[in-house]
């Protein structure tokens, strides 16, 4: 069965470093997510993505995150300054636009 | 805005017995998707089920069944004959049909415990 990847699983950072967590969407599909789940709290909607831009974005998704498709196949999420609150689970999860959307294994985010 | 109420924190179920954990949500629409995910200890996101809203029966798959009340804004997940790998948390999910996003919202979550 098709699955969604990340990579790294596990991602280390000192307050205030650039960090770029990585999804390979399933071949067909047309939609892409990040998620966000602090620990112990609810998954919480970052970003949508389609057709090579933000269909939509949530309050959490300010201007030190961006996302982008920089090879066609490799969807990534970029948090420029990494702040103390960053750190979380990165779940990223895509979509054909019909059924359900499938998740990635998560990105765990741990920032010092 | 759409959002979703999972008002039990933890349950708790015998092994073999069934549990039933709740769900609520809030919107203005007619037509959207809702969605039971499993997140066991290595956080994994794991579809169990899913209904659509037009659609008046109730999903079911294998021992995981729904109560969908539609008029009330409800959707409770049956677990039935309750196995030691069905503990996990749990998370209700919306999907609205009109958001061409198709972004989740999800509920807080109930921790599922079961007893050998």
């Known amino acids: 069965e098709p699955e969604v990847t990340q990579t790294p699983s596990h991602q280390v950072t000192q307050m205030g470093q650039e960090v770029i967590l990585r999804c390979v969407p399933i071949?067909?599909?047309?939609?892409f997510y990040w998620y966000r789940q602090i620990l112990g709290q609810k998954v919480e909607f970052l970003v949508s993505?389609?057709?090579?831009?933000?269909?939509?974005k949530s309050e959490i998704f300010d201007d030190q995150f961006s996302v982008e498709r920089p090879d066609g196949s490799n969807f990534t999420l970029k948090i420029r300054s990494t702040k103390l609150e960053d750190s979380a689970m990165y779940f990223c999860?895509?979509?054909?636009?019909?059924?359900?959307?499938?998740f990635g294994p998560g990105t765990r985010l741990t920032v010092l | 805005a759409q959002t979703v109420t999972q008002s039990q924190p933890e349950m708790s179920v015998q092994e073999a017995e069934t549990v039933t954990l709740s769900c609520t949500y809030d919107?203005?629409?007619?037509?959207?998707?809702l969605f039971w995910y499993k997140q066991p200890p290595s956080r994994q996101m794991i579809l169990v089920i899913r209904?659509?809203?037009?659609?008046?029966q109730n999903a079911t798959e294998n021992r995981f069944s729904v109560n969908f009340q539609k008029a009330a804004k409800s959707f409770s997940l049956k677990i039935s004959d309750s196995q030691l790998g069905d503990a996990a948390m749990y998370f209700c999910?919306?999907?609205?049909?009109?958001?061409?996003?198709?972004?989740?919202?999800f509920g807080q979550g109930t921790e599922l415990s079961v007893k050998p």
């Open positions: 999910a919306y999907r609205s049909t009109y958001n061409q996003g198709g972004k989740l919202i």
């Open positions: 209904q659509e809203a037009y659609k008046q």
């Open positions: 071949s067909n599909h047309l939609y």
């Open positions: 993505f389609y057709n090579n831009e933000i269909s939509e």
């Open positions: 919107t203005s629409e007619s037509d959207y998707y």
């Open positions: 999860a895509t979509w054909t636009g019909t059924d359900t959307q499938y």
